[in-house]
């Protein structure tokens, strides 16, 4: 809003500036110097300029931290010097639009003078990066226009050691958006590692079976065993996959209390079943063919 | 007298066809002569044909006072001036803090012509508003007066309606037109989040205290954009607060003036009139009045039927849909609420703090509201989550929505099987592969015939 008022101010003031220019009574200024002295420094190595009379300086004035800027100047009503009640110097940040105005002392004869350090800126002021407007507001009560125009340009010098002092404030509006990190998945290792590992664990059996073909591992009991026994073996043998196959469902769909039941009478006829097969196993053993 | 008799009868009738503030149309107007209140007879209309109904009373009657048996007995209050010291022990600063927490609203005129009361300073101090020391001082401008009625003192200001306070802030106080604001008594904010300007003095004007011989200005306390001509607080509870620098600019004789600006400006009517329209109908809630509707939050699937709407429970990582509807009181109805150009609605997702902070956007319009909607994932952490729409901007009444779901962790059969990870496959492997065996060892040691006993027989 700010801005927006200064703009429109300032296009005010250019749609009023051209004709009071020509008036007879309008207030402007005389004899305007703006100094810069740095303190603890020598007399000579100050810096002075003269403004022209209601014109702007060309080039911009510097005001470091230890440094006291220094603007005098005579106010006056057309031709004749004189007292007025505003004047004024007007400094504005033109990124923001922030003002603030300094009021010079005045003399009855219209001599004004003003002193300003860096201490009596807003701190919004140290932080800028474009040199500051300052502008002369001279004006009074009556028919004379008032002047508004600028003076020169001030750039505040900064020791870049010194950390530019910031004012925190907080207005309601929107904040920044936080958009949540999620961890990241777990990995697999690369299918290939898997494969190559996978491969290795299936090899197991065939050499468990080619060792156990070496040893002489056979079946040759087989026939005689079903012979003797055909119930129980077989069902004893069937009961022993239904577990495997009972486990198999438990890992893919089955919950607990579908497995227990199921278990129970697999594992009920591989007992009772069992005792008949393991009973014919023995028989062998007496029989010496063990 | 009898004028203004008849019209309140006239407007009593409209007032029960018109529509009313948001929040109730009883206004209590404290003005300390009766004999002014026929200066501003054409405001007082105003307020009656937009349904107000207007008592007027003076703060030396001790009768009255704002509450009866501890409710409000008014809805809204305008100030007038005193010329007194101040408003008398019914309207002490306490009881005014006290009719703002209870939901009331205040419209505080200030004049230049006299001294501002302390009273008043120590009720605008409550608020970290700021009247100049000497409470007397007027804004006076050499650039931006009024040529017809004040060549010489240069104090009836003319401005621009204000625009927007920020590019994302609504304006309710923006037109054509110059207002012009006479001997305004000017004061500065105070850094407090619930204060926002509407009206700044212009960058060329100060204050300066009139009684004080033609003294040149030297020292002063605040200068242009600084000095604050109009100004409004909002209170957490959305109640409002509003200080008119110029009682003045609300009298008749201002609401048609002609005016002019120094240089070649044109001789121009003043917009005051539909600037106090403008003012009084935010500070009594008829304009900046939000409203939340359904809110409604679900998980992300294409049919939604009333069981899924709004569950207390969701898990980590689910998709979710959350939708809320904003309708905006606009003088006599909800209007759709629209957002200004650079501001969001933001939902946050908290447990603490945020997770989550996302922007709401408009998925549709009704009649009379706006529904704005996000989809986002819920976070992966478990615990006790809330839905949060927290919008507080100035010149619009606090919206503040809190609705806790509870975040739970995948249940043991959420997550994906064993056969599906690469990984896995080396182990399951393993598993089978050593059931297979023990199925073969179990068939070996049951039939085989050994091997040892047969050489042992051969020999």
Redesign the interface.
């Known amino acids: 809003?700010?801005l927006?008022?200064?703009l429109?101010?300032l296009s005010?003031?250019a749609?009023?500036a051209l004709?009071?220019a020509a008036a007879a009574s309008a207030w402007g200024y005389t004899d305007a110097t703006v100094s810069v002295h740095t303190k603890g420094a020598g007399v000579g190595a100050s810096f002075k300029k003269v403004i022209p009379d209601n014109k702007a300086l060309s080039k911009p004035v510097s005001l470091g931290s230890a440094d006291t800027l220094k603007v005098t100047l005579t106010a006056q009503e057309g031709r004749t010097a004189k007292?007025?009640?505003?004047?004024?110097l007007?400094l504005?940040d033109p990124e923001t639009?922030?003002?603030?105005?300094y009021?010079?002392?005045?003399k009855e004869n219209g001599k004004s003078r003003i002193e300003l350090t860096q201490k009596d800126l807003p701190v919004q002021f140290l932080s800028v990066s474009e040199p500051l407007d300052a502008r002369l507001?001279i004006?009074?009560?009556?028919?004379a226009?008032?002047y508004?125009g600028t003076a020169f340009k001030l750039t505040v010098a900064r020791n870049p050691n010194e950390p530019v002092p910031t004012l925190e404030?907080?207005?309601?509006?929107?904040?920044?958006?936080?958009?949540?990190i999620?961890?990241t998945d777990?990995q697999?290792?690369p299918?290939v590692i898997?494969l190559v590992?996978?491969a290795l664990?299936?090899a197991?059996?065939p050499v468990?079976?080619g060792v156990?073909l070496v040893?002489?591992?056979?079946?040759?009991?087989?026939p005689t065993?079903f012979k003797s026994a055909p119930l129980p073996?077989a069902v004893f043998?069937g009961s022993?996959?239904a577990i495997?196959g009972i486990?198999f469902l438990y890992y893919t769909s089955w919950n607990l209390f579908q497995v227990l039941p199921a278990v129970a009478v697999a594992g009920t006829v591989a007992f009772i079943s069992g005792s008949r097969?393991l009973g014919e196993?023995q028989g062998r053993r007496l029989a010496?063919?063990? | 007298m009898m004028r203004w008799c008849l019209s309140f009868f006239l407007f009593g009738f409209l007032a029960v066809v018109n529509a009313l503030s948001s929040s109730g149309n009883r206004l209590l107007v404290v003005l300390e002569d009766a004999s002014e209140q026929s200066n501003y007879s054409t405001f007082w209309e105003d307020l009656k044909a937009r349904g107000y109904d207007i008592a007027f009373e003076s703060p030396k009657n001790d009768k009255l006072s704002l509450f009866e048996l501890g409710e409000r007995a008014y809805d809204h209050l305008l100030l007038l001036p005193p010329k007194s010291k101040g408003f008398g022990p019914s309207l002490s600063p306490k009881n005014i803090v006290d009719f703002l927490n209870k939901d009331g609203n205040v419209l505080l005129a200030l004049s230049g012509k006299s001294t501002t009361p302390s009273a008043i300073s120590s009720l605008l101090l409550e608020l970290d508003l700021h009247l100049s020391t000497d409470r007397s001082s007027i804004v006076v401008d050499h650039f931006n007066y009024d040529t017809i009625s004040a060549a010489e003192k240069h104090d009836v200001l003319l401005l621009q309606r204000p625009g927007q306070l920020r590019p994302d802030t609504k304006s309710y106080f923006d037109g054509e037109g110059v207002l012009a604001l006479p001997r305004v008594a000017p004061h500065t904010l105070g850094d407090n989040i619930l204060i926002a300007p509407i009206l700044r003095a212009p960058a060329t004007a100060y204050s300066y205290n009139p009684k004080e011989e033609n003294a040149a200005i030297e020292d002063i306390a605040a200068t242009g954009s600084q000095l604050a001509l109009v100004s409004t607080l909002q209170t957490r509870s959305s109640s409002r607060f509003t200080l008119l620098g110029s009682v003045e600019s609300l009298q008749d004789k201002w609401f048609t003036a002609t005016v002019k600006a120094p240089g070649s400006g044109k001789e121009t009517t003043t917009v005051n009139q539909e600037f106090a329209k403008q003012l009084t109908a935010w500070t009594f809630k008829e304009t900046g009045v939000l409203k939340v509707g359904k809110i409604e939050h679900h998980l992300a699937q294409d049919e939604i039927t009333a069981q899924d709407l709004n569950p207390t429970i969701y898990r980590v990582k689910n998709e979710t849909v959350f939708s809320i509807e904003v309708s905006e009181y606009s003088y006599d109805k909800f209007v759709p609420f629209e957002l200004p150009a650079d501001d969001a609605l933001q939902l946050e997702f908290t447990m603490l703090s945020p997770f989550h902070r996302l922007k709401l956007k408009p998925a549709y319009h009704t009649e009379n509201s706006t529904v704005f909607r996000t989809q986002f994932t819920v976070p992966d952490q478990h615990g006790i989550f809330s839905f949060r729409v927290n919008y507080k901007r100035p010149f619009l009444t606090n919206i503040e929505e809190k609705h806790e779901v509870t975040v739970r962790h995948f249940a043991h059969n959420e997550f994906a099987r064993s056969w599906k990870i690469s990984g896995a496959w080396v182990w399951i492997a393993g598993l089978w592969s050593v059931i297979g065996g023990f199925m073969a060892f179990v068939a070996v040691w049951l039939y085989s015939e050994p091997t040892s006993a047969k050489v042992k027989k051969n020999q």
């Open positions: 809003m700010q927006w008022h200064s429109l101010q005010v003031l749609s009023t004709p009071t007292r007025a009640h505003q004047v004024f007007f504005q639009g922030l003002d603030i105005a009021p010079f002392s005045v507001l004006g009074s009560f009556g028919e226009d008032a508004d404030v907080s207005r309601y509006g929107k904040l920044p958006e936080i958009h949540h999620f961890k777990a697999s290792p299918l898997t590992f996978l664990v299936l197991a059996l468990l079976g156990w040893l002489g591992v056979n079946l040759n009991h087989l065993a073996h043998l022993l996959f495997q486990f097969a196993v010496g063919l063990r």
